[in-house]
Structure formats: structure tokens, C-alpha cells
């Protein structure tokens, strides 16, 4: 089938299109928006396939805006001729169809005539129309959409022509699916999405009831073997008895030896602590008798030899005694000598000292005098600086500095007064007979005045002068500054209180004056304050005093003293009293040497009588203790005689014990007690042990037995034997139901992989068209795929990466221009697939179909459409943008806005 | 004077044996009770026999640790059988600590119920009237040592009468027979319990009274294993021959005459077939219905299968199974059989042009049962799956 040519009549905006040629292949309509050429699309598509009389909203939609009754010329081939279409849509719309060779058709006739040569169902309207060959018409803004659905609207003839290409490829029965659907139900019930058994499944159960086989068997088992440990426990605790029962009496064998050894050790150490003691008795007393005898005969020895060397001691203490009573007379003339010697010389110094308390005497009065004097002085210069500084104080406030600041200021004083004399007018009132009166000031004959401002003279009662003294500026000016002077000059005599500067020098003058006077006085005063005060002359007050005092304190010791008239006396008198001291002071001396001399002497004479007496008081003592010993020693044990019996009785009574305890511990020894002791802990150690073992096995054995102790409630080996049974029923139960259910997954997965591989086999053809003209996009490689699922298409998917058949990418997950590419390549394909049954053409609109492309996606897409062309498609673009399609090689139509309506015109893209 | 005794030889009564293999409770109690049931049939026979007393030669337990009901119910039945009866512990019920011969609860019940039971638990000469018993009792589960090795002091014998025949009764393995060899339920004797009689002075002795060995088996004209009077297992060998007693007359220095008594009730069968085509199974129907005639709750059969069968022939084994199951006391089943469509059926399963999905499925299953592991057994489960949903349509 194949379009020709349309031409449109108050359809919606076209008032008369003209007519529009289709090229056999390739058809590009043009034209901006509102040209009509969507309008024109659904015209083509509403005359092929909307009954003409109807009054539907599509009727009416296609209704002009200006009036009239919507007619579509539409010619076309199909069946090998040319067919001539036309519609008047309308409540009693109008069909006609003619063709050569054949009377014209009109009416339902015509509709049905159509429709067989489209294929379709005669005389649609509504949506079933609207829905014809929708793969073969793309609609603006339904580009992108998945084709699957239409290729599944189509599904009879499609199907058919790829039952046709793809060979021995057949569809599935209907008992195919339902054996798929039984298997897959069956296994649903029996199996998890996961793969696991159901919890309600034969399978599930038969596991889980193997499982609880299992645990009880185990349990049986766990109990049974723990029957034979309890009786291996009662053997064991049994051979423990009859091993013990043998030891234990060989143990208490030893043990009863051994405890028999001990006990004779025992009695042994009893004996030999006995004989030790009595050892010991004897040995002591024997060495009591040998130590007092020794000591006996030692006293006697000593006293004798002190006898002997007392004797020459006596002689020597007289010869002592005559030499110490003449060193004593000696001694007691020295001292009375001396005595006499020191009574001399304290005479002399008493003189001595008397005559030099004199000499201070007259010291002191002397410097006492000197002093009142000097203070006298003092006092008379220190009333005259008071009266000096009072003198200063008194004159005026100013000092050498303010005296020249002064003489300036008078002297700037003149210099002004002097300019302004200059400048200033004279009046003088040489004779008046009236009375002068000058600025206000009376004045009389003599006297004179000096203007230096404007003044009114008045003379009598009528003359009235004024007077203006001349030089201008100038005058104002020495006028200024001699007032300033005289001002500055005041104020600095009144600072001073001072009237002139005359007074002032007089001032500094006397000032100065004063002060060099007062310096003087001050240099004085200074330099008897180093010698004189008030401090000095008390202390040579009291000095002089106390030297009187002395002087009559020591006079009282002196009766005799002839007191000195003057201190040239008393000086002289001091000099020889200093010399009859030394004198005496050397006899004395002399004397105290020899009387120390004596002293010494009689003193060592004493000391050797005393000691030659303390050794002999000492002999003499030492001969009484020792007699006293000796007399004690013979009381005790007696005299010579007796006591040599009872010394040798005494040493045979040793000699006997500690032969008695020799022999006891050699008896001891070969006893051997240092190991019986061992022995013994060993063996009660060892019998403890094991009458421990054995009360253990004992107690083993007794609760093994009670343990075996059945009661007969059950048997455990039977309980095991059933428990093991039921396990190996379990299991071969299992067995069967385990690959009843495998068997039925195996058929499903069989049965859904069959599915599947038909369906791929049976879809190949239409997936190798799409994959042709995605090349043409993509490159080599480019694959698409589709599924055949309950024979709906589905699944379109497209490879992610060329040349690969891993990894497609769903429609959805598509970007925008993708999806319209991959849907344009799945029509044309469609389309390809179905032209068999219409003459091998069939025409492919699209309407603004590619508005996502980029450009030069645009450009590989012209490849495609042309592809499609080559393969006996015919292609209708319809775009805004005719440049974008000029690589197509396609018959242009442009469609342009007019007043009647748009206008056709063709030419070449 | 030489005596002349006639009594019963028996053993490994195993009462209170379980029989857990068996899954359905009514047919195991009933196995059970014939264990107790064929004690009366002993006492018969020991009495049509003539017998003066029954000797049991261990196991008359088959756990150390019966229930109360099991011990009250052997011990009626061992009093009435109305003679003496001498017995020995066995491994099974071996008299070691804790062991029910101890128990206060079997004593009372002996003294009530059996008097004329005499356990012989030392090892020491028993002189009876008629004979002298030398008792090997088994005082633990397992004896390292020789049971009999006491006999083998001279000194044991020293002033016995000379002319009572003298009765050794034992319990173990001699030389491979025991037990443990005969049994395929995996129970074990465990190591232990050897007799080795050729270490005894022949001249001390008259008869050798044996357990362990469940099979009736006479070691040598003057030593058996009675066996055990009613099979309990499925028996390896032509000569395992389980399910009686042995009648002895014996005298002292002479051969004793040793007779076999039948008393078994229970039919314990094993039965084996390879199906090589599905053909087979009719034959094969018919030779178990031979084996097992019109009795019912009296057999139990040990059946192993093997080869392969077409899914019709093996759900028509599949109702014959089922059938047997219900008859027999027990159906032990050892089936490897490979059940899968035969090669017509796969082929017409996988040539389903109108169904090619399932036809790709059948092919790629038929694939997968080339095989003996469990992948290929699960990928005949499917087939037979897929063929049975094939035939519902």
C-alpha cells in the first residue's frame, strides 16, 4: 500500500490544500507551525480508516472553524492499482472509491472495500479507529513511546509473516502452556521464590520429619550410651575395689610394723633424755668439786704472795711522812713573806691613783670653764643672726633679678614717655584770668599738661577750645606704649611693694648686705658648734664632779696624803706615786714566786705519802678478801682430806652415766629413727588415699548401680532400634518425595527455558530488522532484542554496549532520544515485517518524531529512514525543519500559512 | 551308674525385640507377640519329647533392660511350660551390672509366675538329678576373655559324679558363626564372646549347648546352636536354617542323639529380580504368590529389585507392591529399579509436534535419565511426570 497523493477540503484549518504528492519512497512535509501538517497526518489516517458518515467527536473535531463539510481526496495504490479515495465527513457523510477497471464504489460499500484493502475491520469509528496502524503513524509527542504494544495490536499478521521468516520456529501450543503453567503452580506450591521448601510441602515436611528421626535417634542413642558409660563407670569403680582391696591390706601391714618401730624409738629417746640428765648431774658436780679445789689452792698462793710484797712498803711511808713536814714549814714561810709584799704594794698604788685623781681633778675644772665661756659665745651669736635675719626679712619683696627687670621696665617707661613727649602737646598756663579748666581739670597759671588726646579747654565761660595733638597713628601709638610701660612698670613695683625703682635698688643693696653678715655669723656658729654645746658643758659639769668626788673618796685611804696646791703639782706628784708602784709591785712578785715554789714542793711530798699509803690500805685489803674466800671454800667443802674422797667418788659416778648413755644411742641409731618417722606419715598418707579411693568407688559403683537400676518403664536399646528405624524410614521416605519435588522444578525450569528459547527463535526475525536499522544509528553492533511472552511482545531492550549481547537496557531506562531512535527502528521494522502482505510498501509517518535527536543524530537517522525507503517503505516526514532532513534525498512538500488556509508546493529537500 | 538324660536345648528367644523396620505398629506387635506365642510351642515340644528340663543358652532378652511387660510376659509363659528350665545370659541380656536379672521387679516376678526357671549366672558345676550343667554366662555385653576358659581347669571336674552326663552351656561366636555374621539389619554382636572349644578336654564333657548363632547349626556331633526357635531376621544362606529346637538324649562318655524340632510360625522369605523387559513382571507375580500362597500376616519378605520398567509396567509393579504390602508383615523393599517411559513412550512424548514446548521438554528430560546418579533418577521422575500429565491431556 502506498499513498499518492491527498488533498484536503475544510478540513479544521486547510480551506483547500491543493493537492499533495507523496514520493514512491521518500516525503518530506514542511512547513512552520499552524502550516497544517499534523492536520494533514490525521486527515491521511482519519480517511483511511474513519467511516465517513458519523457524527463522533472526531467528526467534529475535523470540522472547520469558517464552515463547510470536511472532504479528504486521498489516492493511493494497493493490490497493484490505483485507488481513488474520497470522504465527505459528516452526519451523512459520503464515500467513494474507484479504481480503474472497476465500477465505483460508494458508501458502505466503499468503507468495506477499504478496509479489506487495508486489511482492517471495515467501518470503524471512535477509538478503534483512531488505534489503526498505529506503528505506521507516529504522532507528534508519541515518539518516544514503547512500540511493543502496537507491535502487539498487529500480532496476527505479524506473528504470521515471522512464523513465515523464522523457519522451523512454531509458537507454543496451548497445552504447552498449560503443562507450563501446571509445572510452575506445582513447584510454586512446593518451592520459595528463594528455592526453599515450603513450610506446607510434602518435601518440608518429609526434611523436617527426618530431622526430628534424626534428634530422636540421638537421643536414644545419647541415652543408651550413656548406660554403657555408667556400666563402664561400675567396672571401672569394681576394679578399683578388688586393685584397692589388695593394696590397702599390704599398706596396713607396713603401717603396722612401722608404728611398732616408732614406739621402741619412742621408749629409746625416753631412756636416752634420761641418762643424758644424769650424765650431766655428775659431770657438774664433778666440775664444781675440781673448780673449788683449784680455787683453794689459788687463794693460798695470792695470800701468801701479798704478804710477801707488803713488807718494804712500811719503811718507805715514814721516810715520806719527815720530808712533807718540812715542806710544809717552808711553804708557811713563803706565805707570810709574800703577804707582807702585796700589803705594799697596794699601799703604792693607793698613792698612785690618789695623785692621778688629782691630776683629773684639775683637769676637769679647767675644761669645765672652758666650755661656759664658749657657750657664752654661742649665745651672743646667735642673737645677733636673729637680728640680722629679721633686718632681711623686713626689707621689700625683690632680689637682684627683679631689681634689673625693674630698671628695664623704667627704662622702656622712659624711652615711651620720651616718644610721647615728642609727639604730645604742651599746655602750659603761662597767666589766666579766668578759670582754665583742661579736660575737665582745673588748672592755674604755671601749671602745664601734656595732650596727647583730643582736649576741651575751656576758658572762662565762653572760650571753649579743643585741642588735638598732632602726629596721626603715631601718637595713638607712643600714647599705647607708654601706657603699656607705665602699666608693666606698676605692676611690677607693685609687686614688690615698692613705689619706685630707686626703693628698689636701695632694697637689693641692703639685701645683700645683710646676707654676707649673716653668712659670717653663720661661719661662727658653725664652727664653735664642733667644740661647744649645751651636751659638752653638762658632761665636763659632771665630769668635774665626779673627779672631786674621786679625789675625796680616795683622800679618806690616805690621811696622810699631802693634797697639791695645783696641777703642775699634782702631775709631779703622780709621776713619783707611778713609781713607787712598780717598785712595790716587783717585791710582791718575787715573794709570790717563792712562796708558789714552797706550795709545789709540799704538795708533791703530800701526794706521795697519800699514795704510798692507798697501796698499802689496798694489800691490806686484798690479803682480808682473800682470807675470807678461802675460810669460805674450806666451810663448804671441808678440809684437805675429805675432800679428795669426795672429789674421786664424784669422777667414777660420771665416768658411769655417760657410758649408760652411749649405749642407748647406739641403739637408737640402728633404729634408724629419722626415716620411721617418714615411713609412718608415708604409710597413714598412702592408707588415707586409698580408703579414700576406695569410699570414692564405693560411692561409684553404688550410684552406677542405682543408675542401671531400670524400672522397667522402657528399654532403651528397643527405644534406639525404633528411633533408628523411624530415621532410615525418614530418610527413605525422603528419598522419593525429595526428587518428586526436584523432578517437578526440573519441568518447570525445563518448560519456562523452552518458553523462552521458542520465543527468542520465534522474535529473531523482527529483533534482526531492528538491529539492521540500529546499525545505521549505532554503528555495527547496535542490538536490540524483544520477548515473546504469552505471545504479547515485550521486553524491548537494547544492548548497552555495541556488539555485545550482554547488558541491554530496558526501553524505560532510556534516555529520551534513544527511546524515540530505538522506537523508529522497531516501526520500521514492524512495518518491513507486515508490508509482505500489502504489495511489499507500506507508508511510515512520522510527525515531529525526532524532537530529542541532536543533530547529528539526525543525520545517521536520515541512514535509517532511507533504509527503510531502500527496503520498499514508504517514509512521510513531517517537521518544521526541512534543512535538518536534506540528507534524506526526499520529495519536499511545504506547507505555508495563507489566507485561504495553507498551500501546498512542492520540490525537491 | 550311667544316667541317661533327655532334655531341650534352645536359645536367643530375644524377647522384647523390637522389630523397628517394621513401620506399621499392629504388625510389629504382632511379629512381637509370636516371639512370646512360640514359647508355648517349646514347652509342647519339650513335653511331647519327653524332656526333663529345657536348657536355654543365652539371650532370652533381647536387651539387658526389657520392659515390666515384656519380663511378666516370658515369665509366663516360662511357667508354663512346666519342667525346669536352666538358662544362661547372653550378650544381649548379659548379666552384668544394673542388668534385669537384678532387678527386684523380674525376681518377684519369677518367683510368682516361673518357678521352675533357674538363672545360672557363675561359672560353676550345677549337679542336677539327671545331669551336671556347666554354665558360661556372659556377664557384660562383650567378654574379651573366653567364656568357656574356666572348663579348661582339670580341677573343675575333680568329684563330680562320673556317671551324669555333664552339659556345657555357652553363648558366642565359634569360628565365623555368631550373631553379628547372620545378620543384615545392622545390629552387631560386637567384638568378644569367642568360644574356643577345641581348647576343652573332650573327655570332660558330653554336649556342647550353644547360642548366638540364629540358625540351627550343628558344630559337631556333640556341639549345637539350636538357633532361635522363631526367625527373626531375614536369614543370608541356604543353610541358615532359624526356627527350631534341638531334643537331646545324653548320656555321660556316649554321643548324645541330637533331634530338630520345628517351631517357627513366621515365614521370613528373601526374594530377588532383574527386569530386563516389562514382560517380566508377570512371572515374577506369580512366583511370589507361589512363595507366599494364601496366607496373609504371616510372612515378611525382603524383596530386591533391580534392571528397568516401562512407566506402565512399573505402575503395574507399583499395585502389586502395594498388595504385598498389606499382606506380608513386612515389605522390605530394595528397590533399584529404573522406572522411566520406554523408549516408544519418550519418543512419542518428544515427537509432539502440536506441542513443541513440551516435545523440546521431553527431549531434554530424556537427555538427562541417561545415567545412575541422582540427577538422571530425578530426570526419569519428570519424565514419568511429564508423560502422566501428557496423558491427562
Avoid at chain 1, 465500477?103 to 468503507?111: F, I, M, N, T, V
Wanted: net charge negative; with cysteine.
Amino acid at each position: 500500500m502506498r499513498l499518492i497523493s491527498a488533498r484536503l477540503r475544510s478540513y479544521r484549518i486547510h480551506r483547500d490544500s491543493g493537492t499533495i504528492v507523496f514520493d514512491r519512497r521518500r516525503t518530506v512535509i514542511s512547513g512552520p507551525n499552524e502550516a497544517g501538517k499534523s492536520t494533514l497526518a490525521e486527515a491521511v489516517h482519519r480517511a483511511l480508516f474513519l467511516k465517513a458518515k458519523g457524527d463522533t467527536a472526531d467528526h467534529r473535531a475535523m470540522q472547520p472553524a469558517l464552515g463547510g463539510v470536511p472532504e479528504v481526496d486521498l489516492t493511493f495504490e494497493a493490490r497493484g492499482k490505483v485507488w481513488e479515495l474520497r470522504k465527505r465527513f459528516a452526519r451523512n457523510g459520503t464515500t467513494s472509491l474507484t479504481t480503474d477497471g472497476a465500477a465505483a464504489l460508494s458508501g458502505e460499500a466503499a468503507e468495506s472495500e477499504l478496509a479489506d484493502l487495508l486489511g482492517v475491520e471495515g467501518g470503524l469509528s471512535g477509538k478503534a479507529a483512531l488505534g489503526q496502524w498505529p506503528h505506521l503513524w507516529v504522532w507528534q509527542g508519541e515518539s518516544g513511546n514503547d512500540p511493543s504494544p502496537h507491535a502487539t495490536s498487529q500480532h496476527a499478521g505479524l506473528l504470521r509473516r515471522l512464523q513465515d521468516s523464522g523457519g522451523a520456529a512454531a509458537m507454543q501450543s496451548e497445552r504447552d502452556s498449560r503443562l507450563a503453567a501446571r509445572f510452575a503452580a506445582a513447584s510454586g506450591t512446593i518451592f520459595t521464590l528463594a528455592g526453599n521448601p515450603r513450610t506446607d510441602s510434602e518435601l518440608a515436611r518429609a526434611t523436617a520429619a527426618l530431622t526430628e528421626a534424626g534428634a530422636r535417634q540421638a537421643a536414644a542413642a545419647g541415652k543408651l550410651e550413656a548406660n554403657l558409660r555408667t556400666v563402664r563407670d561400675f567396672e571401672s569403680a569394681t576394679a578399683t575395689l578388688a586393685e584397692l582391696g589388695v593394696s590397702l591390706e599390704t599398706l596396713r601391714r607396713q603401717h603396722r610394723d612401722v608404728s611398732a618401730r616408732q614406739e621402741k624409738i619412742t621408749a629409746l629417746r625416753q631412756r636416752e633424755t634420761a641418762g643424758q640428765g644424769r650424765a650431766e648431774t655428775a659431770a657438774l658436780r664433778l666440775t664444781a668439786l675440781e673448780t673449788a679445789e683449784q680455787r683453794i689452792l689459788r687463794l693460798r698462793d695470792s695470800i701468801q704472795a701479798l704478804e710477801t710484797a707488803l713488807a718494804p712498803d712500811h719503811a718507805g711511808a715514814l721516810a715520806l711522812t719527815l720530808a712533807g713536814d718540812q715542806a710544809a714549814a717552808h711553804s708557811a714561810a713563803a706565805a707570810t713573806a709574800h703577804e707582807s709584799a702585796e700589803r705594799a704594794r697596794e699601799t703604792a698604788r693607793q698613792r698612785r691613783d690618789l695623785a692621778v685623781a688629782w691630776v683629773a681633778r684639775f683637769e676637769a675644772g679647767a675644761r669645765l670653764d672652758e666650755l661656759s665661756a664658749g657657750m657664752a659665745r654661742v649665745e651672743e651669736l646667735n642673737a645677733e643672726l636673729a637680728a640680722l635675719r629679721r633686718q632681711s626679712a623686713e626689707l621689700p619683696n625683690v632680689d637682684a633679678a627683679g631689681l634689673q627687670r625693674i630698671q628695664q621696665l623704667e627704662t622702656a617707661q622712659s624711652s615711651a614717655r620720651a616718644a610721647l613727649q615728642a609727639m604730645a602737646t604742651r599746655l602750659e598756663v603761662v597767666s589766666a584770668d579766668q578759670a582754665v579748666e583742661v579736660g575737665g581739670a582745673r588748672m592755674t597759671a604755671g601749671m602745664h599738661q601734656v595732650l596727647t588726646e583730643d582736649t576741651e579747654i575751656l576758658y572762662g565761660a565762653d572760650l571753649k577750645l579743643r585741642l588735638r595733638p598732632g602726629g596721626g597713628t603715631g601718637l595713638d601709638e607712643a600714647r599705647r606704649k607708654c601706657g603699656a610701660a607705665d602699666a608693666a612698670l606698676r605692676e611690677a613695683l607693685g609687686a614688690c611693694g615698692l613705689a619706685t625703682g630707686g626703693e628698689a635698688a636701695l632694697a637689693v643693696a641692703r639685701r645683700t648686705d645683710l646676707a654676707a653678715r649673716i653668712r659670717a655669723v653663720e661661719a661662727g656658729l658653725e664652727s664653735m658648734a664642733r667644740s661647744v654645746s649645751a651636751k659638752a658643758l653638762a658632761a665636763a659639769g659632771e665630769a668635774h664632779i665626779a673627779a672631786r668626788a674621786d679625789v675625796s673618796r680616795r683622800s679618806g685611804q690616805l690621811p696622810d696624803f699631802a693634797a697639791p696646791g695645783s696641777p703642775e703639782e699634782a702631775t709631779a706628784l703622780a709621776r713619783t706615786a707611778a713609781r713607787q708602784l712598780e717598785d712595790a709591785e716587783s717585791a710582791a712578785q718575787s715573794a709570790r714566786a717563792v712562796r708558789d715554789a714552797a706550795s709545789r714542793a709540799l704538795a708533791e711530798a703530800v701526794k706521795t705519802l697519800e699514795a704510798r699509803t692507798r697501796t698499802m690500805q689496798a694489800r691490806n685489803r686484798e690479803i682480808s678478801d682473800l682470807q675470807a674466800q678461802l675460810r669460805l671454800l674450806l666451810d663448804q667443802h671441808g678440809a684437805d682430806e675429805p675432800r679428795a674422797l669426795a672429789l674421786a667418788r664424784s669422777r667414777e659416778e660420771s665416768r658411769a652415766a655417760a657410758e649408760s648413755l652411749t649405749a642407748c644411742r647406739s641403739e637408737l641409731a640402728d633404729l634408724q629413727p629419722h626415716l620411721a618417722a617418714g615411713d609412718l606419715e608415708r604409710l597413714s598418707r598412702a592408707l588415707d588415699q586409698s580408703t579414700a579411693r576406695k569410699n570414692e568407688a564405693e560411692i561409684r559403683r553404688a550410684v552406677a548401680r542405682d543408675s542401671l537400676r531400670s524400672d522397667g518403664a522402657e528399654d532403651p536399646e528397643a527405644e534406639l532400634a525404633l528411633a533408628a528405624a523411624q530415621a532410615a524410614a525418614a530418610a527413605e521416605h525422603l528419598i522419593p518425595v525429595r526428587r518428586q519435588a526436584q523432578a517437578v522444578r526440573l519441568l518447570d525450569e525445563l518448560f519456562t527455558a523452552e518458553q523462552r528459547a521458542l520465543a527468542d527463535q520465534f522474535t529473531r526475525p523482527l529483533a534482526d530488522r531492528i538491529s539492521g536499522y540500529l546499525e545505521c544509528l549505532f554503528g555495527p553492533g547496535g542490538r536490540a532484542s524483544m520477548m515473546l511472552e504469552d505471545n504479547r511482545f515485550t521486553g524491548l531492550r537494547l544492548a548497552a554496549r555495541p556488539g555485545q549481547d550482554t547488558g541491554f537496557l530496558s526501553f524505560s531506562a532510556l534516555s529520551g532520544g534513544t527511546r524515540e531512535q530505538l522506537a523508529a527502528a522497531v516501526r520500521l521494522a514492524v512495518a518491513e515485517i507486515l508490508a509482505a502482505d500489502h504489495d511489499g510498501c507500506l507508508p511510515v509517518v512520522f510527525d515531529d518524531a525526532f524532537t530529542n535527536s541532536d543533530p547529528e543524530r539526525l543525520l545517521t537517522l536520515q541512514r535509517m529512514l532511507d533504509l527503510a525507503a531502500g527496503r520498499g517503505l514508504q517514509i512521510v516526514v513531517l517537521t518544521c525543519h526541512p534543512a535538518a532532513y536534506a540528507g534524506l534525498g526526499a520529495a519536499a512538500v511545504t506547507l505555508s500559512r495563507g489566507t485561504d488556509g495553507p498551500a501546498a508546493e512542492s520540490g525537491e529537500v | 551308674m550311667t544316667v541317661t538324660v533327655r532334655f531341650l536345648h534352645t536359645a536367643d528367644w530375644q524377647l522384647g525385640k523390637p522389630f523397628a523396620g517394621i513401620q506399621d505398629p499392629e504388625k510389629r506387635a504382632l511379629v512381637r507377640q509370636e516371639r512370646l506365642a512360640v514359647l508355648d510351642r517349646i514347652g509342647q515340644a519339650a513335653r511331647e519329647s519327653g524332656a526333663s528340663f529345657i536348657v536355654v543358652a543365652g539371650d532370652l532378652f533381647d536387651s539387658a533392660s526389657p520392659t515390666r511387660s515384656t519380663v511378666a510376659a516370658a515369665c509366663s509363659a516360662i511357667g508354663r511350660m512346666g519342667l525346669p528350665v536352666y538358662a544362661i545370659p547372653g550378650n544381649h541380656d548379659h548379666g552384668g551390672p544394673g542388668s534385669l536379672w537384678e532387678q527386684d521387679f523380674f525376681r518377684r516376678e519369677c518367683a510368682a509366675l516361673a518357678p521352675n526357671f533357674q538363672l545360672l549366672l557363675k561359672p560353676e558345676p550345677v549337679e542336677l538329678p539327671q545331669a551336671v550343667l556347666f554354665p558360661c554366662p556372659l556377664l557384660r555385653r562383650s567378654e574379651s576373655t573366653d567364656p568357656t576358659a574356666w572348663l579348661r581347669d582339670g580341677e573343675v571336674f575333680a568329684g563330680l559324679p562320673e556317671g551324669k552326663p555333664r552339659i556345657v552351656i555357652a553363648h558366642g561366636s565359634v569360628q565365623g558363626f555368631g550373631s553379628a555374621a547372620d545378620d543384615d539389619e545392622g545390629e552387631t554382636g560386637g567384638p568378644g564372646n569367642l568360644l574356643d572349644l577345641d581348647r576343652l578336654n573332650p573327655a570332660a564333657w558330653d554336649y556342647i549347648a550353644l547360642g548366638d548363632w540364629h540358625g540351627t547349626k550343628l558344630l559337631s556331633a556333640r556341639a549345637a546352636y539350636s538357633g532361635t526357635p522363631e526367625p527373626d531376621r531375614f536369614s543370608k544362606g541356604e543353610s541358615n536354617e532359624p526356627g527350631h529346637v534341638l531334643a537331646v538324649e545324653a548320656e555321660r562318655g556316649g554321643p548324645p542323639v541330637i533331634s530338630r524340632i520345628r517351631t517357627a510360625r513366621l515365614g521370613w522369605h528373601r526374594a530377588a529380580r532383574h527386569f530386563s523387559e516389562d514382560a517380566a513382571l508377570e512371572s515374577f507375580q506369580t512366583e511370589i504368590a507361589e512363595l507366599l500362597g494364601q496366607r496373609g500376616h504371616q510372612d515378611l519378605l525382603r524383596l530386591e529389585l533391580s534392571g528397568s520398567l516401562g512407566l506402565a509396567a512399573a505402575s503395574e509393579l507399583e499395585k502389586m507392591l502395594d498388595s504385598w504390602r498389606a499382606r506380608l508383615l513386612r515389605l522390605k523393599l530394595l528397590d533399584r529399579t529404573r522406572v522411566a517411559p520406554g523408549p516408544e513412550e519418550t519418543a512419542r512424548l518428544m515427537s509432539r509436534a502440536e506441542d513443541p514446548v513440551t516435545g523440546r521438554v521431553a527431549a531434554r528430560l530424556a537427555a538427562l535419565a541417561q545415567g545412575e546418579d541422582e540427577n538422571a533418577a530425578v530426570a526419569r521422575v519428570a519424565l514419568r511426570e511429564l508423560h502422566a500429565a501428557c496423558m491427562d491431556g
